[in-house]
């Protein structure tokens, strides 16, 4: 039941907004919004909270209700009464894929569900589901981020996808077995993801990039990252916080160090380098103190391990990229050897909480990093504690439950259990309306006691955004949007926003625009593409004053498509090509390479074009090198479907989604390496028995013999994907692959 006290609460949380900076909504001061809670630090003012509960059920267990089909890995968020969450989907069937899920956060009961295909990722099912929903109590919508690289925004009391990007048919982004997926983040108009994206033009080449889009309409307004070749991807996700007046997005990168960027720019701020890995902590901010860890290999020797303070206020040299580089004065303490890589760390009283990876509590003086106490709780933890009610909630990823409670140097055990065989906890225990929320790898669990009434702590004050003066100087530029994708003959307007030197904007302005490549664009900013079937990069510039700033187009026209690469480089508005493959002058042809020895970049894929595109033919010559008597495999992408001829199996394959194979079919295929090939890979949608279904075909032989009439392999999809950009696979891990005369065309 709502709270007596909501009136008072609310009250408090509205100051804090103003704090913010943030303009206040109607939003309910119970509610938890994102993974990390209303307050970004996995606390609550809420009291009055159950201490024990019993997940067999039965007199006195405290479950109010659970789930088996929304177990998993994600953290559930709760608005307006409904809970949200992102789970597999027809798990172990033909049809299994990722979904959001909607149901009454009081009764369990489904609202609605959203679901959509897992495809082109080597994301094993066990990490499906790996990032959280976002709310956003402003409009109701939700936003989700599939293992894959589907980002929608959703209405939240329909379900309705209200906007969508495929980001790595777009951008490039990358989906790895890792299968680690990064969780946005609202500030603002913006709804802003990260991940590391291997793109195109002069962003080729992988790094860990955000992209901010317009919360409301999907418009892409900026796009920055980290350094050039990251270790790592990374799910860290971002703190908004306001330091020294400034608003700034402190996150953990995937090349080891901790960054902030001003949110409503992308402008770097700070960097602290850390690790000789990718960082998957999220980092706590308190005030101007700032909180991270690792359990990697550390940057400057070989011990593994770390816990920072960082002051971002101390004077430091300036980095590669216009970054204050704090890894030489940054740090107020740090401790070396302690282990915490995956659980974040979170504030309670006068005492820095950590989990590490081996399933320890500690505790450290946030002011010295002196450690006071420390505890065994189990072998493996992944999720991060809640504190609320004075408790401390948590759950390691062997199933050991735990509610504690930290006085001073000592923690009490206030209850302990183990969940059933097999359940285990990777998502964080939640507090919303007196409710505990906690999912397991087996179920989703609503605990609350009965008659239950949630009484609210007061809310600490926020730090403080300045205001921005009346005379603020501009000192930045951005273009809106800061990237589209678009066929011949389509406009865009672009628009000039300055920005002074602490991202706070002033206002949109006129520009002077100008552009490098096809079409013409207007004093206001009016872009229009040239008709006619060419592939083309335009870059626009606008410039006030002395600022500039930049966006780019891409042109992709309809098929036909026709690429023999006697250029001088690979098509520029390919994503995620350039870096890996390059033109060579072969037995008297041009034909683009796919080399072996980019840096974990020899197994890739790549886009040409739209992600709305369907029914049609990708074929292209190909041919396979050896190397120690080892081959390569070779692939054409359509539709989201891959036709792969695979050397060191010597088979032809069609398949969709990679380890788990819910869709895929293969057949014995003979090849020789140095011979040259032709594929064709067709896929077209149709409606059989009152259903859609995908229906795919491939085919090859020897370039120099006739087209077989037969097909080499046919299947079909009874989940199909309705739609996706052509492009190519390959793994020249072993060997160097080459393609020539790639062509695209409608199916007839």
């Keep these: 039941m709502p709270s007596p006290k909501r009136p008072t609460i609310f009250f408090l949380l509205l100051l804090a907004c103003f704090a913010l900076g943030v303009p206040p909504v109607s939003a309910d001061p119970l509610d938890w919004p994102n993974w990390r809670g209303p307050q970004q630090d996995r606390t609550s003012v809420e009291t009055g909270l159950p201490t024990r509960w019993d997940p067999k059920g039965g007199e006195g267990s405290n479950v109010v209700w659970e789930r088996s089909d929304l177990g998993g890995i994600s953290t559930p968020v709760v608005l307006d009464g409904m809970l949200y969450t992102i789970v597999r989907s027809e798990t172990g069937t033909s049809r299994e894929g990722e979904k959001v899920i909607c149901v009454d956060a009081a009764t ?39 293992v894959c690289g589907l980002f929608q925004c959703l209405d939240g009391k329909t379900g309705k996808t209200l906007w969508s990007h495929s980001l790595h048919e777009e951008y490039g982004l990358l989906s790895t077995y890792g299968g680690r997926t990064n969780i946005p983040v609202l500030f603002d108009d913006l709804v802003i993801v990260s991940a590391v994206v291997i793109g195109w033009g002069d962003m080729a080449k992988p790094a860990h990039r955000f992209l901010a889009f317009d919360k409301n309409t999907g418009e892409l307004v900026w796009f920055e990252g980290t350094r050039l070749l990251p270790y790592d991807t990374t799910y860290s996700t971002p703190s908004v916080a306001i330091l ?70 101390k004077d430091a040299p300036e980095g590669s990229r216009g970054e204050k580089d704090l890894t030489a004065s940054g740090a107020v303490w740090r401790n070396r050897e302690v282990m915490v890589g995956k659980s974040s760390p979170l504030l309670v009283g006068d005492t820095l909480v950590v989990v590490d990876d081996r399933a320890t509590l500690m505790g450290f003086d946030p002011e010295t990093g002196k450690r006071k106490f420390r505890k065994k709780l189990g072998t493996v933890m992944r999720s991060t504690p809640l504190y609320a009610d004075g408790k401390l909630y948590l759950c390691t990823a062997n199933g050991r439950w735990y509610t504690l409670q930290i006085d001073g140097d000592r923690v009490k055990t206030l209850f302990k259990m183990r969940l059933p065989a097999g359940e285990g906890s990777y998502g964080s225990p939640i507090v919303s309306h007196g409710r505990l929320y ?23 004050p926020q730090s403080r955004e300045d ?36 991202g706070r904007l002033i206002k949109e302005s006129p520009a002077e625009f100008t552009i490098r490549g096809p079409g013409a664009i207007t004093e206001a900013g009016k872009y229009s593409s ?93 041919r396979g090198t050896a190397q120690d008597n080892k081959m390569p495999d070779i692939g054409l992408i359509a539709q989201r479907y891959t036709l792969d001829l695979m050397g060191a199996y010597q088979k032809l394959q069609i398949r969709s989604w990679v380890p788990v194979m819910r869709m895929a079919k293969s057949v014995d295929f003979s090849w020789q390496p140095d011979v040259w090939y032709r594929m064709k890979f067709r896929v077209e949608v149709e409606e059989i028995d009152g259903e859609q279904r995908a229906i795919l075909r491939g085919k090859v032989w020897p370039r120099d013999q006739a087209e077989p009439e037969a097909w080499t392999i046919e299947a079909m999809d009874d989940s199909p994907n309705l739609s996706g950009s052509p492009g190519l696979y390959g793994n020249a891990k072993d060997a160097e692959l080459h393609l020539d005369n790639i062509r695209v065309d409608a199916n007839e």
């Design 108 to 146: 369990g009961e489904k609202i609605w569900e959203n679901k959509f295909n897992v495809y082109l990722s080597d994301v094993p099912d066990t990490r499906v589901g790996w990032s959280s929903c976002v709310a956003d109590p402003e409009t109701g919508n939700i936003y989700a981020l599939g």
């Design 244 to 313: 020294d007046g400034e608003a700034a997005l402190v996150f953990g990168s995937g090349d080891g160090a901790i960054w902030a960027l001003q949110p409503r720019t992308g402008k770097p701020l700070w960097k602290y380098n850390f690790s000789r890995r990718g960082l998957n902590v999220s980092p706590l901010v308190a005030g101007e103190k700032v909180f991270s860890s690792h359990s990697e290999e550390n940057i400057d020797d070989t011990t593994m391990g770390g816990l920072v303070r960082i002051d971002p206020k």
């Design 438 to 460: 906690v999912p397991t790898t087996d179920k989703l669990y609503c605990i609350a006691s009965p008659g239950h009434s949630s009484e609210p702590n007061p809310v600490a």
């Design 467 to 502: 205001s921005i003066p009346a005379d603020a100087t501009a000192t930045h530029l951005q273009v809106v949007p800061a990237e589209a994708l678009i066929r011949p003959g389509e406009e865009i307007q672009f628009r000039a926003r300055l920005f002074d030197d602490k």
């Design 530 to 622: 040239e008709s006619g079937d060419g592939h083309a990069a335009v870059f626009v510039k606008a410039q006030s004053g002395e600022l500039e700033g930049s966006a780019r187009i891409r042109i992709v026209p309809d098929l036909p498509w026709h690429f023999d690469f006697e250029g001088d480089a690979v098509p520029i508005t390919w994503v995620g090509a350039r870096y890996r493959h390059q033109l060579r002058d072969i037995d008297g042809e041009r034909v683009m390479v796919k080399v072996s020895t980019i840096p974990k970049g020899a197994r890739s894929r790549a886009w040409m074009g739209h992600p709305d595109m369907h029914d049609y033919t990708v074929q292209a010559d190909v």
